[in-house]
């Protein structure tokens, strides 16, 4: 009987031999972690045997990449993986942990329910206080703010967050908020902002939480960038970020002049209604934006050259008010309908 698949879809993998990272589709089974080049590939690029293995999430061995766990086999491989967003790297870590402990224990992979109790329990998870800090209504807000002649944009104060824990009822008491707070920090939910933060983040043996109005934090997955004052006018650049972050995730796109297809990690921002997508093995700059004010994105069936390069199914496409024509390709059809709709709504709204 062939192994149940539990979970699949693209994340990006440090190679074992050379030291580059490179987008790959991840499909994780009952016994084990296979990988392939791309995702219409019959056969995996690697193998990955969880039988005995450890698993580590974050894994903080690389200090310019977050959102990566780590799969040690039971023969020592290392294997390093790096999610897109948060929600994404705890959704893989939740499941493969899950294979892990049924190897283990000789049981049968089996989903537990999905429903989420209102109120925390005893033992804090952080993956569900990180949501809960989130939400646009009742959790931390993010803000722009101004220290040392530059503008912060997506984050808050680290005194913002302990009142929020003890105003929510999270921790009884500023110490207790604190050890909650620092948490966050180690487990890569929070990331310093500006230079206080940071030396408290990397200082000594322990990572330290600053209770201060003048250290400042954001969200992992935010829209968080920071910009100095232009020399001729108190204005910010790159004001196609200032939107807030309403969906992100890694899709396929098809390259104007070469027409080949590409992994692309997408962000999708409003106000203004922008879309920027990255070269998900790469840094945090851009390779480019889509302006999706007053665009028109729709499922499509059919894109020329596409089927030369094995690329069928669940593609659509965005067409600018401009004109120009972006066609992507989505892992499954349930994740385009997500994406055209959130597309659709932030063209209407977004400037």
């Not at 909650?180 to 330290?208: I, V």
């Not at 945090?284 to 302006?291: A, E, K, V």
Request: charged share 30%; glycine share 6%; proline share 3%.
């Amino acid at each position: 009987m062939e192994p149940q698949e539990i979970r699949e879809g693209y994340l990006v993998k440090k190679g074992t031999v050379l030291n580059s990272w490179s987008a790959v589709w991840v499909v994780l089974s009952e016994d084990g972690l296979d990988y392939y080049k791309k995702k219409t590939d019959h056969s995996p690029k690697g193998m990955i045997p969880l039988k005995g293995a450890t698993l580590i999430s974050p894994c903080q061995d690389f200090n310019k990449r977050t959102l990566v766990f780590k799969i040690t086999t039971e023969r020592k491989q290392d294997h390093f993986f790096q999610a897109s967003h948060v929600e994404e790297r705890e959704l893989w870590v939740k499941d493969i942990r899950r294979t892990l402990s049924c190897l283990k224990d000789g049981k049968k992979f089996a989903r537990k329910s999905t429903r989420r109790s209102i109120r925390l329990p005893e033992t804090v998870n952080l993956a569900e206080l990180y949501a809960l800090m989130k939400d646009q209504d009742d959790g931390v807000k993010e803000l722009k703010l101004e220290q040392d002649n530059q503008v912060f944009n997506h984050c808050f104060t680290g005194a913002t967050v302990v009142e929020w824990l003890i105003s929510k009822e999270k921790a009884r008491n500023r110490p207790e908020a604190l050890m909650l707070a620092t948490g966050l920090l180690t487990e890569g939910f929070l990331q310093p902002a500006d230079d206080l933060s940071k030396e408290g983040a990397e200082g000594g043996e322990n990572t330290t939480f600053l209770d201060q109005t003048t250290a400042l934090y954001y969200f992992t997955d935010s829209g968080f960038f920071c910009e100095g004052y232009s020399s001729d006018e108190d204005v910010l650049l790159k004001d196609e970020f200032r939107g807030n972050i309403i969906k992100q995730g890694c899709l396929l796109k098809q390259g104007h002049r070469r027409k080949n297809w590409k992994v692309r990690k997408f962000i999708l921002r409003d106000d203004p209604a922008y879309m920027h997508y990255y070269d998900p093995s790469k840094g945090d700059d851009p390779l480019g934006s889509i302006h999706l004010r007053g665009a028109v994105v729709t499922a499509v069936e059919y894109v020329p050259d596409a089927k030369k390069y094995d690329v069928d199914g669940n593609l659509f496409e965005i067409i600018t008010s401009d004109e120009t024509h972006y066609f992507l390709q989505a892992a499954t059809s349930e994740e385009r309908k997500e994406w055209i709709k959130a597309i659709q709504t932030v063209s209407k709204s977004g400037k």
